[in-house]
């Protein structure tokens, strides 16, 4: 069962700190509803981590949303997205192809997100997980933004301890 119901043809934007559980949610959705910035630094560049492979990922990323789109097609957005003009972006494409947007937002502890990093293959470094943390923007926020729902995971998965 997908932990949460999509409307058909929309865009799911994931946003939340490194090790705050976005692949892990992501994949319980199809391989194919997934787009990840990650995946397409590594095809780019043999690394993930190679942030200088960013616009060339970006570019790969829009280029998937606008097939899916097109298609109506539901696409996850399996990336931090904590920052203000990428979230823009992402909905600027859902409102090209006439499709909604979701956003799930990850309000993991910042203690839970950095035990969880720091079991990962590829860990961040600490302040930049203390950056992007202190980037969350707030559920009004999104919706201000533009998204037409927007979720907490802490209720999704009913999740002790996370930051309302």
């Given at each position: 069962?997908?932990?949460?119901?999509?409307?058909?043809?929309?865009?799911?934007?994931?946003?939340?700190?490194?090790?705050?559980?976005?692949?892990?949610f992501?994949?319980?959705?199809p391989?194919?509803?997934?787009?990840?910035?990650?995946?397409?630094?590594?095809?780019?560049t043999?690394?993930?981590?190679?942030?200088?492979?960013?616009?060339?990922?970006?570019?790969?990323?829009?280029?998937?949303?606008?097939?899916?789109?097109?298609?109506?097609?539901?696409?996850v957005?399996?990336?931090?997205?904590?920052?203000a003009?990428?979230?823009?972006?992402?909905?600027?494409?859902?409102?090209?192809?006439?499709?909604?947007?979701?956003a799930?937002?990850?309000?993991v502890?910042?203690?839970?997100?950095e035990?969880?990093?720091a079991r990962?293959?590829?860990?961040?470094?600490?302040?930049?997980l203390?950056?992007?943390?202190?980037?969350?923007?707030?559920?009004?926020q999104?919706?201000?933004?533009g998204?037409?729902?927007?979720?907490l995971?802490?209720d999704?998965?009913?999740?002790?301890?996370?930051?309302?």
């Amino acid at each position: 069962m997908l932990p949460l119901h999509l409307p058909v043809g929309s865009l799911c934007a994931l946003i939340g700190v490194p090790g705050s559980g976005k692949s892990t949610f992501a994949a319980h959705y199809p391989d194919t509803w997934r787009v990840c910035l990650d995946t397409y630094r590594g095809l780019a560049t043999d690394s993930e981590a190679d942030q200088s492979a960013t616009p060339v990922a970006a570019e790969i990323q829009t280029l998937i949303l606008d097939a899916r789109f097109s298609r109506g097609l539901n696409v996850v957005v399996d990336s931090t997205n904590v920052f203000a003009h990428v979230r823009a972006g992402l909905l600027a494409r859902a409102r090209y192809w006439q499709r909604p947007a979701v956003a799930v937002l990850f309000d993991v502890p910042l203690p839970i997100a950095e035990a969880q990093n720091a079991r990962r293959d590829r860990v961040v470094p600490p302040h930049i997980l203390r950056e992007h943390h202190q980037l969350l923007p707030t559920v009004g926020q999104l919706h201000r933004e533009g998204f037409a729902s927007v979720h907490l995971i802490s209720d999704l998965l009913d999740t002790p301890g996370t930051r309302r």
